[in-house]
């Protein structure tokens, strides 16, 4: 109850992406991140399907269908891709497993023809350039909202006088203050 809460705490924001993980090996209808992911985004329209262990279906079978996003469609699609385990991860290197990843979905005759958007460097890929469009528009508004508290701050400021000027006690840092000032102006 306390992780779901947190879940929900963190994809209920509307600018969050949701990444909904799921074995391929387990029934796409069952999953329970695309059922949380639903709860918040019943149009799928900032939902990632994340399929994993892709590689570890059993002979004849294969998740195209979902990676193509015909069996539970999301407006940003599936990505498929092969986890290394723990004693491959302590055998090869993570260059040499993207390798493999690739040449998986590559020679695999169910996969072959989407092999360009399934994997880890794709997955990665895609969620940049969500973020980059993501940050292309939040960044007006912010520059505004950051402008607006700025004049806020100045206008608040300036009732205060200028202490400086105030401070008649320390005539050396109201010479420092009019030098300063003076040589902002000159250049």
């Known amino acids: 109850a306390q992780i779901r809460r947190i879940v929900f705490q963190f994809i209920s924001e509307p600018s969050t992406i949701i ?3 799921t074995a391929a090996n387990t029934d796409i209808a069952n999953s329970d991140s695309l059922k949380i992911a639903r709860e918040v985004d019943p149009e799928g329209l900032r939902t990632v399907g994340v399929v994993t262990k892709v590689d570890t279906l059993e002979e004849g079978a294969d998740c195209s269908e979902v990676l193509r996003n015909r069996v539970i469609p999301l407006k940003r699609g599936y990505v498929g891709v092969v986890c290394r385990g723990q004693r491959q991860a302590a055998e090869m290197s993570i260059r040499d497993g993207l390798k ?3 040449s998986f979905f590559r020679s695999h005759p169910a996969y072959r023809a989407i092999a360009s958007k399934q994997g880890i460097p794709f997955l990665a890929k895609m969620l ?7 940050i292309r528009e939040a960044l007006p508004e912010l520059r505004s909202r950051i402008s607006r508290l700025l004049q ?15 401070a008649k006690a320390n005539p050396g840092a109201l010479l420092l203050h009019f030098f300063s000032r003076f040589a902002r102006n000159f250049q």
């Open 19 to 21: 990444l909904a993980v």
């Open 100 to 102: 493999e990843e690739e």
């Open 128 to 134: 940049n350039q969500i973020l980059m469009k993501h």
């Open 152 to 166: 806020k701050t100045e206008a608040e400021l300036a009732t205060y006088g200028d202490p400086l000027l105030e």
